[in-house]
């Protein structure tokens, strides 16, 4: 038997988003007995304390963030729903996580694509590393997320979506990987750990014999890039990023043995938690790849 329903997580979201019963109240238009009475009574029902006073306001405990977030899952997809049967088109939000890389190189073109298809849906875009968009992926903080293969993420759906070049990039007067191997120590310049092209550039390395003192982590490509040119060190980049980078032209990109030059970057989201939104961007991306 089910133990709350949809007015039930309404009313913990907004607890949880306003600090406090009568905050929350107002907000939904309630009376705060009425809050307090049917956080009291959901609690008992679930034997779980939801809520802990810190001061004048309310916090969360662990079972009241957890059921947060269902609850924001699932108020979404009741709202979608309902708008997809009245009005016959997708509305909410989509939130989707992305490397870098996919969001400056392939993503523009399709979720313009997207956008005209479902112009009632808006897309919220967060970006990071592999690693730290499966964390986010598993805290339910995305719906979806594009990662670069290699990956660990047990318990997700993947849907191939995209194949990568990858190429390693040196300062201009370095004209083969030789250069590199002679030297036998190289300044790594990459994204914090969590990358999957800093893992192939790691296993190169290991390969190859070569130590790295140090690794400079940066957040953007157009950094990275700017960085190498300038001789600090190395870095291992989707082929498609130097397209669109002016500072490009400033390093040299080598050929990566085979069996670490291609990449393919991954869909992946919850079994069983696919919103209508997502299927209709999974749709298109499924389409895109078949026209490729």
């Not at 979806?144 to 300062?171: D, K, N, R, W, Y």
């Not at 300044?187 to 296993?203: D, K, N, P, V």
Request: charged share 20%.
């Amino acid at each position: 038997m089910r133990k709350f329903d949809l007015e039930d997580l309404a009313i913990v979201r907004a607890v949880v988003t306003h600090g406090g019963v009568t905050r929350a109240a107002k907000a939904l238009h309630r009376v705060p007995s009425n809050v307090t009475t049917r956080i009291k009574q959901l609690e008992a029902r679930l034997d779980v304390h939801l809520f802990a006073r810190r001061g004048r306001n309310l916090v969360p405990t662990e079972e009241g963030r957890l059921l947060t977030s269902y609850a924001d899952r699932l108020l979404r997809l009741a709202h979608e729903a309902e708008s997809a049967l009245v009005e016959g088109r997708l509305l909410g939000t989509l939130r989707l996580g992305s490397l870098e890389s996919t969001a400056g190189t392939r993503l523009p073109h399709l979720l313009t694509r997207y956008n005209h298809e479902n112009p009632a849906v808006r897309i919220e875009l967060v970006t990071g590393t592999t690693g730290a968009l499966i964390g986010r992926l598993t805290r339910h903080d995305v719906e979806a997320a594009f990662v670069s293969e290699p990956f660990h993420a047990p318990g997700l759906l993947s849907q191939p979506v995209f194949e990568e070049e990858l190429v390693l990039i040196t300062a201009r007067h370095i004209r083969s990987l030789n250069g590199i191997g002679d030297t036998k120590r190289v300044t790594l310049i990459a994204f914090a750990r969590g990358c999957s092209y800093r893992r192939i550039f790691e296993q190169w390395q290991g390969e190859r014999g070569i130590i790295t003192p140090g690794v400079l982590e940066f957040t953007s490509y157009p950094a990275i890039v700017a960085c190498v040119a300038a001789g600090t060190g190395v870095a291992i980049v989707p082929r498609s990023v130097l397209a669109g980078l002016k500072s490009a032209a400033s390093v040299r990109a080598h050929a990566l043995p085979e069996h670490l030059a291609h990449s393919r970057t991954h869909l992946l989201w919850h079994e069983g938690q696919e919103s209508p939104a997502l299927r209709s961007l999974r749709d298109l991306l499924a389409a895109h790849q078949a026209g490729s």
